[in-house]
């Protein structure tokens, strides 16, 4: 089976600065694969160069099938990132926001009344602006933007971020059934009692380089 | 690209009308404008009356470069910007739903500080000037709004955006205003002699208002072709 991300001594740029090395990670589909390295490894470089954001100059990097040496953009509308920030608009409601991103994806209103409920976000906060939610809230609408989009690869910086205990328990759950579901997850966290038994994998990225693919 | 752009132009006319900031804040900053223009000329109807097409769209530049500001601000606020790259959406269709809901509230914004003018500087409009009139003030728009929109995505990525916003568009825009004013002068009929009487008619103003069509079109050509590129930079 063709592995949904392969890079191989892939050097990414962030304007002229290399932020990775020469970063080599395999991850096969329905993987959940955690990022974990200090502060500065190069893990939210690794996601942003997988969702094409990021320029890839040197080596090989290729993401479901897209080689983003030649075309990042490509593979932009297949996967879904969370990013430290949310990607919210405070002045629409969780259900408007939810809503927009959805559609820019084709998400029926269906879908996205489904990711709304999957994220306990169908209640009296649907229709609550973004500016008034707590910042475990906003994580959670932020993670339903992703799942309403349905996106074959999912890229997550510290995805447990804000959340309190219930809150994380949730997120595990809507992560497992996206890999369940035939999703592939590839998320960073510095939070390591809490996404290590989430992962199904453990990777280990330090000075811009993947340092210890371990099982 | 159309299906994008009424995507775009919904999500932000929703936000507008969720938040009010045009409607209480930029809009009473333009008529304040137009008000402290009044003050600055003591009210004199002499000095007032030909000037007001020129204070009118300078108020409507000011204005603007608020909207725009604020429009961008809601992308990067919240990282929404890269949310924007990763979606599908036509780079095209996302420039002409931002302008497109940027010059709804344009509109808006003209049609209840052109009654400040006639209000305040006892500018008439006579009723051979008013096709025009809402033929400049459509086009000018247009162009106006192309052009913010451009600008601002370019400076949507910088920590100086509501400094640099004004220094790069105000020189785009000079053409526009310059004939915007003369069209209006005509329509208006603002210019006369010291016997009172219009020197300006309204016909003159027709060349001007061709030519700020061109304009526009121009600066929409440009918004449209080179959004995409920007928006991957900012």
Known sequence: MEPVVHFSEAVAVHGRFPVLTGASLTVNPCE???????????????????????????????????????DRKAVRARVGLLSHANGLYDDLTVTENVRFWGQTAGASDAEVKAALAELGLSGRLATVKVVKLSAGQRRRTALATVLARRPELWLLDEPHAGLDGDGRDLIDDVLRRAAAAGATILFASHELDRAEPLATRVVRIDAGRVVQPTC | MLRTARLIAAKDLRLELNSRVTAFQVLPFAVLLVVLFAFAFDADAKVLIPAAPGLFWIAVLLSLFLAVGRMFMTETADGALDALRLSSLDPAGIFLGKAVALLLELLLLEVVLLAGVLVLYDVSVPASGVVLLVTTAFATSVGLVATGTLYGVLSAGTTVRETLLPLLIGPVVAPLLIGASRAFEAALGTRRGLDGSVVVKVSEGWPWAGLLTVFALVYVAAGLLAFGALLEDA
Do not use: E, H, M, W
Not at chain 1, 34 to 50: E, M
């Open chain 1, 32 to 70: 959940i694969v955690l990022l974990r390295g200090p502060n500065g490894a190069g893990k939210t470089s690794l996601l942003r160069a997988c969702a094409g954001l990021l320029p890839v100059v040197q080596g090989i990097a290729n993401v479901l099938g897209v080689d983003l040496t030649q």
